[in-house]
């Protein structure tokens, strides 16, 4: 039986445009993200942008920064462990590993940019945090430290 409580995050499941996407994709063109154990809720809108979070199956926190035509810009996580970085950064995953492979901030942190794509991460057992973005889709007067 689901409770009361839960029965809003549902409900959000079955809104048109509300499905996650990976980086560099539009919001409303994702259709897997919005798989079984996901749930999505709106989050704070700034003039520039807009933010969806959702918590995954794994109860990760995940955020994703759409600029107005709903194409998304940057992408944050934070929980107990890392998300799907793969489904999550899409075309993406590439640079993410490479950006990896040359790491040299630390063992449980990691910087790294490949072209216009950064990504920082930081990470230890049962925490773990980060945010990946595309310079070059950024939103005019937006700055990385207004993702959160």
Known sequence: MIKPASNWMWLLLLVPGLAGATLGQRLDAA?????????????????????QQSVDAGGRLIRQYADGNG???????????????????????????????????G??????????????????????????YDTALMPAGVTPDQLN
Request: cysteine-free; charged content about 10%; proline content about 4%.
């Open 31 to 51: 259709s897997t993200a919005a798989a079984a154990g996901q749930s999505m809720m709106a989050a704070p809108v700034s003039t520039d942008f807009r933010v």
């Open 71 to 105: 194409t998304v810009f940057a992408v944050a996580w934070s929980g107990k462990s890392l998300p799907d970085l793969q489904q999550l950064l899409g075309t993406y995953f590439p640079a993410y590993r490479q950006a990896q492979q040359a790491n040299r901030a």
């Open 107 to 132: 063992l449980n942190v990691m910087r790294g940019q490949v072209g216009s794509f950064v990504v920082h991460s930081l990470g230890r057992m049962g925490a773990f945090s980060g945010a990946a």
